[in-house]
């Protein structure tokens, strides 16, 4: 497949841009600084974009069988950017008519995993009040999802370790795996490839934890 991968110098994107390349498919890499980017590859192309203009990522974009999304705040100053720079993804897709995106968001976004004991119910009020303002920006981002015109995926996972792939994970599509509270960068990565094709999951979030 032909991908492009937006926050590509992230923890999670960076980990995207290397499994999809060792898959055998050809990556559109949309960076900032290219420097930043420490993946190489006959297959991977590096588009360098600041992310203000949609018209200027059409070219990123266009005739790609996907495009997945790493964009997001790094820490509580940056909220707002993940619906800001999602808008701009979307409307150059739009432009060029690529339908397939998936994004990364968090799992307090979604709804509370049925039958949770009351420490993860307590640690999850704890954290959505420290992060408020960037849950409130990844609802923010889910919604303008909603409202176009993209089959779509929002990927939810808890806590981010950096740790090596495992590939066993848990997903629940619209909602969230019980007891959930951590998982790899490169797992998180992992899942989201492997949602590409899978049409149960578009236009729904979707919970990923061990």
């Known amino acids: 497949m032909k991908l492009t991968v937006f926050g590509a110098t992230g923890g999670i994107g960076r980990e995207i841009v290397r499994q999809a390349l060792d898959a055998g498919h050809r990556v559109t890499a949309v960076v900032r600084d290219p420097a930043r980017l420490d993946v190489t590859g006959s297959a991977l192309e590096v588009f360098r974009a600041d992310l203000t203009d949609?018209?200027?990522l059409r070219a990123a974009v266009a005739g790609r069988d996907a495009v997945l999304s790493g964009l997001g705040a790094r820490s509580r100053k940056d909220a707002g950017v993940a619906a800001r720079l999602t808008r701009t993804?979307?409307?150059a897709?739009?432009?060029e008519?690529?339908?397939?995106?998936?994004?990364?968001s968090a799992g307090p976004v979604g709804p509370e995993p049925e039958n949770d004991g009351l420490l993860d119910r307590s640690m999850r009020g704890l954290v959505s009040a420290i992060l408020k303002d960037v849950y409130a920006d990844l609802r923010?981002?889910?919604a303008g999802?909603?409202?176009?015109?993209?089959?779509?995926t929002s990927v939810r996972?808890?806590?981010?370790?950096?740790k090596p792939l495992t590939g066993r994970y848990r997903t629940v599509v619209g909602g969230f795996p019980p007891k959930g509270r951590f998982i790899?960068?490169?797992?998180?990565?992992?899942?989201r490839l492997s949602m590409i094709d899978d049409m149960g999951t578009v236009k729904q979030g979707v919970g990923v934890a061990y």
Do not use: K
């Open 97 to 104: 008519d690529v339908r397939r995106l998936l994004v990364v």
């Open 145 to 152: 999802l909603a409202r176009s015109g993209t089959d779509w």
């Open 89 to 91: 993804v979307l409307g």
């Open 140 to 142: 923010e981002m889910e």
């Open 157 to 162: 996972p808890p806590r981010l370790q950096d």
């Open 93 to 95: 897709m739009e432009a």
């Open 54 to 56: 949609p018209q200027e």
């Open 184 to 191: 790899a960068r490169a797992d998180v990565a992992h899942a």
